[in-house]
């Protein structure tokens, strides 16, 4: 069992959770995730990594309410234990001195581009973080992300807080500019990181993504997080989740991750209903 040491809303349906994992802390690296089961009758859910704590042997975890398990996670307290996680899982990916680097995140995805962030900083990297969401509500960790950039630049659809629009005009414009620009790395939702890799494919600039395809065992067993890299299937819990962006199949990545929304949907409600009904 897995003790919440702390949880914190960060943003309207999206939450953090500090928890106790001793042994994950001990050997987790930047780029990888987590499998959790709340109980035992839980599915396993993929949860991306934001931060951990050898000292305090803690793992930070966030993550935004889409489903019933992640509403049953939402409600948890601290004191309360989830029953299983599985980790760290992934290959850590390879870091080195480019020169200047732009880390594109959005959404949820900010929170598992900030330990890839720091890592390329420290590797000599002059960094410039673009961070996207849609409304400025929803940011997340613009505090921490803008504490370890050179530069951070800030886009929200409605134009609420930074310049209005998507992170890939802002990309476009730095691509543009006179300054080479040497890496690129996106995480957030596919149809962002797909746009991301068509900005930066004329430009002839490295990049690479984080995937978050759908996940079962999280081991390279089951199959069930297959996406088509170069025209070749690879798992992305053991291949990955990082890969070069130009060679994603993104239209098969989104197509995969709608095939059980209907039944995501479904078990939601049923969910809710209970949990309304118990209260009554």
Known sequence: MFEILSTKTIAPDIFEFEVKA???AAKACPGQFLIYRLHDRGERIPLTLKDWDVDKSSVTIVFQVLGKSTLELSKLQPGDEIKDILGPLGTA??????GTVIVVAGGCGAAPSLPRARQLKEAGNYLITILGARQEELLV???EL????DEIYITTNDGSKGTQGFVTTKLKELLESDRPIDYVYTV???IMMKNVAATTKPFGVKTECSLNPIMVDGTGMCGACRVEIGGQTKFACVDGPEFDAHEVDFNLLIKRLDTYKSQEEHASEHYKQMCAHSKS
């Not at 990916?93 to 480019?98: E, L, N, Q, R, T």
């Not at 803008?146 to 950039?149: D, E, L, T, Y």
């Open 22 to 24: 001793p042994e994950i």
């Open 93 to 98: 990916p390879s870091v080195k001195k480019y």
């Open 141 to 143: 960790c613009e505090l």
């Open 146 to 149: 803008s504490q370890v950039s």
């Open 188 to 190: 957030g939702p596919p």
